[in-house]
């Protein structure tokens, strides 16, 4: 009888420990939803400067709007967080993205060469 009611006990400390580690892995998952490195993001800055609609047609609300004050229609590349769970960016830094692509060229390059 004492041995049943030992291995009865034992077994529902085990179950009860198991479901408490699977609810507290659960817990650090969503937590980390936030990208833990920043990401560089090119995008178009919306008229009202609180989304961010990237170059693969996806839209970020913006948690700093204020960051993109005078970008507004602009292109941008900003450094920032990415929380994917609320899909909502922080920015960290802003650089506007010209509309002409800048190249460097040397008439030594292979290019030149006949």
């Known amino acids: ?23 507290k892995a659960g817990k650090q998952e969503s937590a980390t939803a936030a ?3 920043p990401l560089t993001v090119s995008g178009k800055v919306s008229t009202d400067g ?16 204020e960051v ?13 967080y990415v929380n994917t769970e609320k899909n909502r960016i922080q920015i960290l830094s802003v650089k506007r993205a010209d509309g002409e692509a800048n190249y460097a060229v040397s008439h030594s390059d292979s290019a030149f060469r006949r």
Do not use: P, Y
């Open 50 to 65: 609180k989304t961010l609609l990237t170059d693969i047609d996806s839209e970020w609300v913006v948690n700093n709007a």
């Open 68 to 80: 993109l004050k005078g970008q507004e229609g602009h292109r941008v590349t900003v450094k920032c």
């Open 1 to 23: 009888m004492r041995v049943s009611l030992a291995t009865t006990l034992v077994t529902v400390l085990l179950v009860a420990g198991a479901a408490f580690a699977q609810e």
């Open 35 to 37: 990208s833990a490195k």
